[in-house]
């Protein structure tokens, strides 16, 4: 995926993450690019912290 199209795809899930209640700028309430334990990577994960 090249950046533009990345950044747009970034910008589409943000808002429906927003929607659906995840505080995406607090730093607490997600982890983004977050190694899982199978080895694979989320490029987001709710947080329960």
């Known amino acids: 995926m ?3 199209t990345e950044a747009i795809a970034r910008f589409r ?3 429906l993450l927003a929607d659906a209640g995840w505080y995406l700028t607090d730093g607490s309430n ?3 690019e977050h190694a ?3 080895g694979s990577q989320a ?3 709710h947080s329960s912290r």
């Open 2 to 4: 090249n950046g533009k």
């Open 36 to 38: 899982l334990p199978d």
């Open 30 to 32: 997600v982890l983004f």
């Open 13 to 15: 899930i943000d808002a």
């Open 43 to 45: 490029d987001y994960v």
